[in-house]
């Protein structure tokens, strides 16, 4: 099953990429490798997902705007690369949290991102990724996330 057709499948239907909001670009790449910037949580409506995970979102909620951001950068590298069917391998994921200094969880939130990659990519999507519980994130969003891939 192409990359495509499992995004049909889970029904996510990619729209507009990110667009950068300071000085630097949504993605550079050298040789086979594409670095994504830092995208933040969204909401369906578009608008900033605000929150601190532990004081006023809980790790469900988190976990879902990690899938967001997953989607986000699966529309970015689509609009870079034009094909996801070139994607060799989803190499490393980090994640930003916003957090309280209490809040331990910050392992399944990320996970929001890394089981949609899965789902989509398939052994592709399979990745080494980090999590860190963070002050504050631009904008006060609750989740941000890179990400670098390998391409053909």
């Known amino acids: ?30 040789g086979n490798t594409v670095f994504l910037s830092g995208h933040i949580a969204r909401r369906s409506d578009g608008t900033v997902w605000v929150g601190k995970c532990g004081a006023n979102i809980n790790t469900d909620e988190g976990k879902d705007a990690a899938r967001s951001i997953a ?38 939130v990320m996970n929001g991102c890394s ?7 398939g052994e592709v999507g399979r990745h080494a990724r980090s999590a860190f519980g963070v002050a504050q994130i631009p904008l006060g969003a609750c989740v941000e996330i890179e990400m670098i891939v390998e391409v053909c």
């Open 71 to 108: 989607v986000d950068l699966i529309t970015t590298l689509h609009s870079h690369t034009g094909d996801l069917n070139k994607i060799k391998r989803i190499v490393k994921v980090m994640g930003l949290v916003n957090s309280t200094l209490e809040f331990t969880e910050h392992h399944l």
């Open 1 to 30: 099953m192409s990359v495509y057709e499992k995004l049909k499948e889970l029904n996510i239907e990619l729209g507009k990429p990110s667009t950068n909001v300071a000085a630097y670009v949504m993605a550079a790449q050298t």
């Open 115 to 121: 089981e949609l990659l899965n789902q989509v990519f």
